[in-house]
């Protein structure tokens, strides 16, 4: 069974930079069939992706963030992270990590890949403040 | 980005009605659309991928449907358990994007 478990400081203040680990257990965040995501969600409101790394370590970003983001492996540890720079209270939110796979299927008679977010972790809340 | 609304933002039901979810696309995103549930203080589920596929273990009350901008998500008979917020999310582009939730309550 797939488990992923958000870790890191309970309180970041304006202008430092948000870290988040994200442990996994029973996959490997090096395999090729997966990409790792970041979504928040601030309280009370909607979610947000913010990014994804695959196990090669290649990366997709939210351009809504403009430059502030970096997602990255750490295999020896089975995790991924999540680096937010110039944070201000805007950026406070639960943050999640989740595992995204992907199918095959057929769009209009032609092979496709369908991706979709199967298994998140249970979040963590990081408020920005001084 | 593609942007992603839902319709309604609310909605009232009573156990064993059936009830629809609409979300709409900015643009044509063919069936690359999830649905997922989120209960109050916990992680979104995952539900319906391909627009109309069950994720295994979802029940069959459940039924997505749509194509290019426009989706539905009905639920043929609530069941306690579904009283909950539901998002789409789009993934013809990997810039992902959600729908804003459409929260459903019990009346």
């Known amino acids: 069974q797939v488990q992923l478990q958000e870790s890191g400081p309970g309180l970041v203040k304006p202008s430092q930079t948000l870290s988040l680990s994200c442990s996994v257990s029973g996959d490997s965040v090096s395999s090729d069939l997966y990409h790792w995501n970041w979504i928040r969600q601030p309280a009370g409101k909607g979610l947000e992706w913010i990014g994804r790394?695959?196990?090669?370590?290649?990366?997709n970003y939210n351009p809504s963030l403009k430059g502030r983001v970096t997602i990255s492996l750490d295999t020896s540890k089975n995790q991924f992270s999540l680096n937010l720079r110039s944070v201000t209270a805007a950026d406070t939110a639960v943050y999640y990590c989740a595992r995204e796979s992907h199918i095959l299927g057929y769009c209009g008679g032609v092979s496709c890949y369908f991706y979709y977010l199967d298994y998140w972790g249970q979040g963590t809340l990081v408020p920005v403040s001084s | 980005d593609i942007q992603m609304t839902q319709s309604p933002s609310s909605l009232s039901a009573s156990v064993g009605d059936r009830v629809t979810i609409t979300c709409r696309a900015s643009?044509?995103?063919?069936?690359?659309l999830n649905w997922y549930q989120q209960k109050p203080g916990k992680a979104p589920q995952f539900l319906i991928y391909a627009a109309s596929t069950l994720q295994f273990g979802v029940p069959s009350r459940f039924r997505g449907s749509g194509s290019g901008t426009e989706f539905t998500l009905t639920i043929s008979s609530l069941q306690p358990e579904d009283f909950a917020t539901y998002y789409c999310?789009?993934?013809?582009?990997?810039?992902?994007?959600f729908g804003q939730g459409t929260k459903l309550e019990i009346k």
């Open positions: 643009q044509n995103i063919d069936i690359y």
């Open positions: 790394v695959s196990g090669s370590g290649s990366t």
């Open positions: 999310q789009q993934s013809f582009t990997t810039a992902y994007t």
